[in-house]
């Protein structure tokens, strides 16, 4: 037993101080879902707001970085090292939400569309700012102390923290392990920007890297060209519900061949368009080639856009912001919605 001025402790699994919840075992797991599950009250009261007020997605985006991500992230400066699977998935969860999309609606489509990165990056710098301050601290702080013990240890005597190790691996995959090895961190604000432009520059090298991996990707990859930016129509000051038709056909969250074939185990090649049964019936074809959707392409797109058509004239329809263009498109994306799931 232990005691305290004689009275003795009360030796528990687990205690809440400062709302972190430490556990015997080292493991910040409680305080992960008890900041979820917070995070998660505060995240549909912004929706709810959001849809009776008719909000647009960057000002729900902007209400969600600062009333929600705070909540989320209480703390991740000490547990920030963990699996942050659960963080990431209330993120992706506002998202879709948000886009009103499918929860199977691939990851690297999410943030394609609104150029959102991980939780994970901000996690990283936040731990990162915490160390910088620690070190630029007092020195007869007990946090002070407490890290030059650890770091001793992992120095001479090769033991693993999880903490500091995530440190000096960030520092690394950002190629500043000088920093790390001596410790000098007087260019506070020049270190963190390095880091957090690299962790970003990384993210995106992936994100394209999972574009070109996914079989739903190579059309996906016709409306973004690879470039990881906000989409106009996003800002296009179009209807809700023209931003939803747009971003559903956009990530494959309809019924066109190419996707329905998909979860009938249709090879490839064979899901063929059912208006002319001549083509693939993929986002491409309905929009800029079909023979059926003619008059309805002559009636609702500039002809610049059909006449020859190509992958990059697909691509900058897609990327147009002008809002009569989006609006005509958003139209004709539900003419083909119709025919497609009643042809004829």
Not at 238 to 267: C, D
Request: glycine content about 4%; overall charge positive; some cysteine.
């Amino acid at each position: 037993s232990f005691l305290y001025n004689g009275n003795e402790i009360e030796i528990v699994k687990e205690f809440k101080y400062l709302g972190v919840i430490f556990s015997r075992t080292g493991s910040f797991y409680s305080t992960r879902k008890y900041v979820v599950t917070r995070a998660t009250r505060a995240m549909y009261a912004i929706i709810k707001k959001s849809r009776e007020l008719n909000l647009s997605i960057d000002c729900q985006l902007d209400m969600f970085d600062k009333m929600v991500v705070p909540i989320l992230l209480y703390g991740s400066e000490l547990w920030g090292f963990e699996n942050l699977c659960i963080i990431e998935k209330l993120h992706l969860k506002f998202c879709k939400l948000v886009l009103s999309l499918k929860t199977s609606t691939p990851i690297f489509m999410i943030y394609g569309e609104l150029a959102r990165y991980p939780l994970c990056v901000k996690v990283k710098i936040r731990m990162l700012n915490f160390w910088i301050r620690l070190l630029k601290g007092k020195e007869s702080k007990l946090s002070y102390i407490l890290y030059n013990f650890l770091h001793s240890l992992t120095q001479i005597n090769n033991y693993n923290f999880k903490w500091v190790e995530c440190l000096q691996n960030i520092l690394h995959e950002c190629g500043l392990s000088y920093v790390w090895l001596t410790h000098n961190v007087e260019n506070e604000k020049w270190i963190l920007n390095v880091v957090k432009q690299t962790l970003i520059d990384q993210f995106q090298q992936k994100w394209v890297s999972d574009c070109n991996a996914s079989s739903k990707g190579l059309i996906y990859n016709l409306f973004t060209n690879n470039t990881f930016v906000p989409r106009n129509y996003i800002n296009s000051g179009a209807y809700m519900n023209n931003i939803t038709t747009l971003v559903r056909f956009r990530t494959s969250n309809h019924k066109l061949p190419i996707e329905t074939g998909r979860w009938n185990n249709v090879p490839r090649n064979q899901r063929f368009c059912n208006l002319c049964k001549n083509n693939i019936g993929d986002e491409y074809h309905y929009i800029m080639i079909c023979p059926e959707l003619k008059e309805y392409r002559k009636a609702y797109l500039p002809s610049m856009y059909f006449r020859r058509p190509n992958a990059f004239k697909f691509f900058e329809l897609f990327s147009c912001n002008k809002l009569a263009v989006i609006n005509n498109l958003c139209k004709f994306i539900n003419i083909i919605n119709k025919r497609v799931n009643s042809p004829g």
